[in-house]
């Protein structure tokens, strides 16, 4: 068993926010923490960039690291898993998985182990330490396991503690959520500069305004619908505004969007054997 902390197996997007994260906050330092990425091109930017330990293979990450940030696409899982399977040791071993979809006991099955496997699922703003995870236990996860999970999430943003069952509804929601947020942005700006507006101003003042409803959401003690009435003068803009929302449903729009989402997930799983 060798010396480092974590092993990081995949670092896209992802798995660079998630390091990036704990080096800045100091949680780990660089000689506390192994990767392997089989791009070339992305190993080389995140050995270069971050200054940590780029192993030759899969199988040296498992025999030198005690925690495996699973990084990596659903689609690579199973390639993964078999790599892992001929040196894991579930007894020194404990896997964190980002990998989108995929429950915990799809890799408890593949590694045929007791093996402690945390599932998070991370989202986009983690790349500026804003992010929100889903964080849930498998079947064989140790105490112990999840505090160190929860720390190392805590350096990109916050997280919630959720029964697994409802990771593919939390995916919908958190997971997707910020592509959601960017499209109904997107349909704000360009109403704005349909008007007039200059297109970095009406820019500024969507994405501001969006940010300034989330905090306020946030820190506000009065529930959603209190907020709504507080800006929604009777007979003002924000009323005409909302009437048309409620006259094109969309309610039912949202609703759809995330089951859909949400179904999606479910989909996914059948892919996995």
């Known amino acids: 068993m060798g010396s480092y902390k974590l092993g990081i197996i995949g670092c896209g997007n992802m798995g660079e926010a998630i390091l990036k994260g704990i080096l800045d906050s100091g949680f780990l330092k660089s000689n ?4 392997y990425d089989n791009d070339n091109y992305r190993s080389r930017y995140i050995k270069n960039n971050y200054k940590i330990y ?6 040296e990450v498992i025999k030198k690291s005690r ?3 699973l990084a990596v696409k659903p689609q690579n899982l199973k390639m993964v898993l078999e790599q892992m399977k001929s040196c894991f040791n579930w007894r020194i071993n404990s896997i964190i998985s980002i990998v989108a979809g995929v429950p915990t006991y799809h890799i408890e099955k593949k590694l045929n182990s007791n093996v402690s496997v945390i599932r998070v699922m991370p989202n986009t703003p983690a ?6 995870a889903a964080i849930s236990k498998g079947r064989f996860a140790k105490s112990k ?5 929860k720390n190392l999430i805590k350096n990109i943003g916050d997280y919630v503690i959720i029964e697994e069952k409802y990771q593919n509804i939390a995916a919908a929601l958190n997971g997707s ?7 109904f942005c997107k349909y704000l700006v360009e109403a704005g500069i349909r008007n007039g507006l200059d297109p970095g101003i009406s820019k500024k003042l969507v994405t501001s305004t969006m940010i300034g409803a989330g905090i306020t959401i946030e820190k506000s003690r009065i529930d959603i619908d209190g907020l709504i009435k507080k800006v929604a003068s009777p007979g003002g803009t924000t009323e005409r505004a909302l009437k048309e929302f409620k006259r094109r449903k969309l309610d ?4 759809n969007a995330v089951e859909s989402a949400k179904k999606r997930a479910y989909q996914l799983q059948n892919f996995l054997d």
């Open 127 to 132: 790349l500026f330490k804003k992010g929100t």
């Open 177 to 183: 959520g910020p592509a959601y947020f960017f499209l």
């Open 32 to 35: 506390e923490i192994i990767f």
């Open 67 to 69: 925690y495996i940030l």
């Open 145 to 149: 396991d999840l505090l160190f999970s």
């Open 252 to 255: 039912k729009i949202i609703y």
């Open 54 to 59: 780029s192993a030759e293979g899969i199988i």
